[in-house]
């Protein structure tokens, strides 16, 4: 797996690959982005299967971040991750035997998390469809209750989920944050999460 920015491009032009053979609903997959997510984009001999955009706060403006709770976009900046456009080509969904025992799609976002992790991240937020925040649950996601949107581009109902570099959660990156240097909890990112919600009703 390799990352880069969109200044590198070969990496973007092989993430540009995957995403339009993968989801053909996005009116125009070329858009440029930002200068400063990091992209990444998995190989099966040499051919582009996966590819992730990840966006810390740090360095600038979210993935949808209009979306997203305010209250955890201030209390977290210096820790906050947003992944986008994970995707993965059908045919490399399965287990391979080049990752024994792990999905490719696993494998990925296991990867780019140990990556951000080493940089400081610890904690992720994710705009996503509905009808996939079962499969985020089981990853460890936890559900922002009353923070459901339309899709602008796709019309879809969407929602956004978090997953803390929390060592007393099991998640399915449990084994990569145990030596994490920096983690948060989920119960500081629920009281995070009561005071947006205590705002919005004094201010609604």
Same mark, same amino acid.
């Given at each position: 797996?390799?990352?880069? !920015?969109?200044?590198?491009?070969?990496?973007?032009? +092989? #993430?540009?690959? #995957?995403?339009?053979?993968?989801?053909?609903?996005?009116?125009?997959?070329?858009?440029?982005?930002?200068?400063?997510?990091?992209?990444y984009c998995m190989y099966v001999e040499n051919l582009p299967v996966g590819s992730l955009g990840v966006t810390r706060?740090?360095?600038?403006?979210?993935?949808? /971040?209009?979306?997203?709770?305010?209250?955890?976009?201030?209390?977290?900046?210096? #820790?906050? #991750?947003?992944?986008? %456009?994970?995707?993965?080509?059908?045919?490399?969904?399965?287990?391979s035997s080049r990752v024994p025992g792990i999905s490719l799609s696993r494998h990925m976002v296991r990867e780019a998390?140990?990556? /951000?992790?080493?940089?400081?991240?610890?904690?992720?937020?994710?705009?996503?469809?509905? &009808?996939?925040? %079962?499969?985020?649950? %089981?990853?460890?996601?936890?559900?922002?209750?009353?923070?459901?949107?339309?899709?602008?581009?796709?019309? &879809?109902?969407?929602?956004?989920?978090?997953?803390?570099? +929390?060592?007393?959660? !099991?998640?399915?990156?449990?084994?990569?944050? !145990?030596?994490? +240097?920096?983690?948060?909890?989920?119960?500081?990112?629920? %009281?995070?999460?009561?005071?947006?919600?205590?705002?919005?009703?004094?201010?609604?």
């Amino acid at each position: 797996m390799l990352s880069g !920015k969109i200044s590198d491009k070969t990496i973007y032009n +092989d #993430v540009l690959t #995957v995403r339009n053979q993968t989801d053909p609903r996005w009116p125009d997959q070329t858009t440029e982005e930002d200068n400063y997510s990091d992209h990444y984009c998995m190989y099966v001999e040499n051919l582009p299967v996966g590819s992730l955009g990840v966006t810390r706060a740090l360095d600038g403006e979210l993935f949808m /971040q209009e979306f997203c709770p305010p209250q955890i976009l201030e209390d977290f900046h210096e #820790v906050l #991750v947003a992944a986008y %456009r994970f995707r993965i080509l059908d045919a490399y969904r399965q287990t391979s035997s080049r990752v024994p025992g792990i999905s490719l799609s696993r494998h990925m976002v296991r990867e780019a998390w140990r990556e /951000q992790i080493s940089r400081g991240a610890a904690l992720d937020i994710i705009n996503i469809e509905s &009808t996939h925040v %079962r499969l985020y649950q %089981r990853m460890g996601y936890v559900l922002c209750e009353g923070y459901n949107s339309m899709d602008p581009e796709l019309g &879809t109902p969407s929602c956004i989920m978090l997953l803390p570099v +929390d060592p007393a959660r !099991k998640s399915f990156i449990s084994d990569i944050i !145990k030596d994490a +240097d920096v983690t948060v909890s989920l119960n500081d990112v629920m %009281r995070s999460l009561t005071k947006t919600n205590v705002y919005m009703s004094d201010h609604g």
